[in-house]
């Protein structure tokens, strides 16, 4: 449980210079302001926002690795900071960074972290689930960011932890990787385990996520289970996509009054998606030009509102 969670950092002079709106009267930068949020056992929680929203900061005070500056956080029914031995043995932490020792081979580093754990899982079985028997030769100095990404998630999961803090669990995975990274995950979510976790991949969060908060500004702007997002905003708009010959328009489509409602897209060449309030109509003109011209779609799909339409429409397109 975090409420009313608040964290202020001191700004480079730079940053001062130019973002001086962006500051407290006190001339600090605030990274979380006023954030409240509940995580509950068997659930996965993500934590969405764009870079500098806030999401790394409120994991950190979360974990006990920041003291806020306002507000109050209870783990497992304890303030995090200052944590107990027995508190941080039932808690497993992935950072961002990984956080591992850099001259370390990866199994004799996971076994060196199971000796501090009365329970830990088989070393060797995890490593051999994820990988990492594969590279075990190298140092973690050497390893490719996803091959790091495995061994701090085997780290985090090494103490049978009742709460799973993951940053960015899957960044950097292949394909493979990331499909064995979800099967834990979904383990951990049937073992009881609360496990919180930020990405940047929104089709992962889409793919895991049973609850949502969504962050900007270091202040949650939506939050609720997945279908709820889905539907927040827009709640008509629908999205279809298909492909097709490169240089269709709307007007070519639809009749003036339907093509007011919607928006053709050609977002490369002959792959086109079609957004608004897509009604039978739309369907049945599209489909009558297509048989009219002989035009059968390669592709043809149409989805509700996607996490990542969602998502930009809260934090907007501009890079930050």
């Given at each position: 449980m975090?409420?009313?969670?608040?964290?202020?950092?001191?700004?480079?002079k730079?940053?001062?210079?130019?973002?001086?709106?962006?500051?407290?009267?006190?001339?600090?930068?605030?990274?979380?302001?006023?954030?409240?949020?509940?995580?509950?056992?068997?659930q996965?929680?993500?934590?969405?926002?764009?870079?500098?929203?806030?999401?790394?900061?409120?994991?950190?005070?979360?974990?006990?690795?920041?003291?806020?500056?306002?507000?109050?956080?209870?783990?497992?029914?304890?303030?995090p900071?200052?944590?107990?031995?027995?508190?941080?043995?039932?808690?497993?932490i992935?950072?961002?960074?990984?956080g591992?020792?850099?001259?370390?081979?990866p199994?004799?580093l996971?076994k060196?972290?199971?000796?501090?754990y009365?329970?830990?899982?088989?070393?060797?079985?995890?490593?051999?689930?994820?990988?990492?028997?594969?590279?075990?030769?190298?140092t973690?100095?050497?390893l490719?960011?996803?091959?790091?990404q495995?061994?701090?998630?085997?780290?985090?999961?090494?103490?049978?932890?009742?709460?799973?803090?993951?940053?960015?669990?899957?960044?950097g995975?292949?394909p493979q990787?990331?499909?064995?990274?979800?099967?834990?995950?979904?383990?951990?979510?049937?073992?009881?385990?609360?496990?919180?976790?930020?990405?940047h991949?929104?089709?992962?969060?889409?793919?895991?996520?049973?609850?949502?908060?969504?962050?900007e500004?270091?202040?949650?702007?939506?939050?609720?289970?997945?279908?709820?997002?889905?539907?927040?905003?827009?709640?008509?708009?629908?999205?279809?996509?298909?492909?097709?010959?490169?240089?269709?328009?709307?007007?070519l489509?639809f009749?003036p009054?339907q093509a007011q409602q919607?928006t053709?897209?050609?977002?490369?060449?002959?792959?086109?998606?079609?957004?608004?309030?897509?009604?039978?109509?739309?369907?049945?003109?599209?489909?009558a030009?297509?048989a009219?011209?002989?035009?059968?779609?390669?592709?043809?799909?149409?989805?509700n509102?996607?996490?990542?339409?969602?998502?930009?429409?809260?934090?907007?397109?501009?890079?930050?």
């Open positions: 975090i409420d009313g969670l608040v964290k202020d950092f001191s700004p480079s730079a940053y001062a210079r130019q973002h001086p709106d962006a500051l407290t009267d006190t001339g600090l930068k605030r990274a979380v302001n006023g954030l409240s949020l509940e995580i509950h056992r068997g996965v929680t993500v934590l969405l926002g764009a870079n500098g929203a806030g999401k790394t900061t409120t994991l950190a005070c979360a974990q006990g690795l920041l003291n806020p500056d306002a507000g109050t956080i209870s783990l497992l029914g304890q303030n900071w200052g944590a107990s031995p027995d508190l941080r043995a039932r808690v497993g992935m950072l961002q960074d990984g591992l020792p850099p001259a370390v081979r199994i004799p996971l060196h972290v199971a000796r501090m009365s329970d830990p899982l088989n070393v060797d079985e995890i490593a051999r689930r994820l990988g990492i028997d594969a590279f075990n030769g190298t973690i100095r050497r490719s960011g996803g091959q790091k495995r061994v701090a998630l085997a780290a985090a999961l090494i103490g049978r932890p009742e709460v799973l803090f993951l940053d960015e669990p899957t960044a995975l292949d990787s990331r499909a064995v990274v979800f099967d834990i995950i979904r383990e951990q979510r049937q073992a009881g385990v609360a496990v919180i976790l930020t990405t991949l929104l089709d992962d969060a889409q793919r895991i996520a049973d609850y949502v908060y969504m962050i500004r270091g202040s949650v702007v939506l939050s609720g289970t997945m279908d709820r997002v889905l539907m927040a905003g827009s709640q008509a708009e629908k999205t279809l996509t298909f492909t097709a010959l490169p240089g269709l328009t709307s007007s489509i009749t009054a919607i053709l897209l050609e977002e490369s060449s002959g792959f086109y998606r079609l957004v608004g309030d897509i009604t039978p109509q739309h369907l049945a003109e599209l489909t030009y297509w009219q011209h002989k035009i059968m779609p390669g592709e043809f799909e149409l989805a509102r996607s996490l990542e339409d969602v998502f930009l429409e809260l934090a907007g397109r501009e890079i930050r």
